[in-house]
């Protein structure tokens, strides 16, 4: 089962911005993860098409399961 956390940006148009790490450390501590989103936008190093990000909206974990069918 792949786990991916998606951390969710307001941009400076008011639009969502996400941004994906793949297999993360769990579990996930809330408090640094609202630290390093803060970080990540005080940095000012990623740039959308709606604007720089702005403010911290939310994160989550997302469980994927996938099922390979051999069609031969």
Known sequence: ???????EFGTE???TARISVENPKEPV???????????IIASDV???NSGKLADVKGARIVERNVTDYELV
């Open 13 to 15: 148009l008011g639009k």
């Open 1 to 7: 089962m792949a786990k991916t956390l998606e951390l």
């Open 29 to 39: 501590d809330e408090e640094v993860l609202k630290l390093s989103m803060a970080q």
């Open 46 to 48: 990623f740039s959308t």
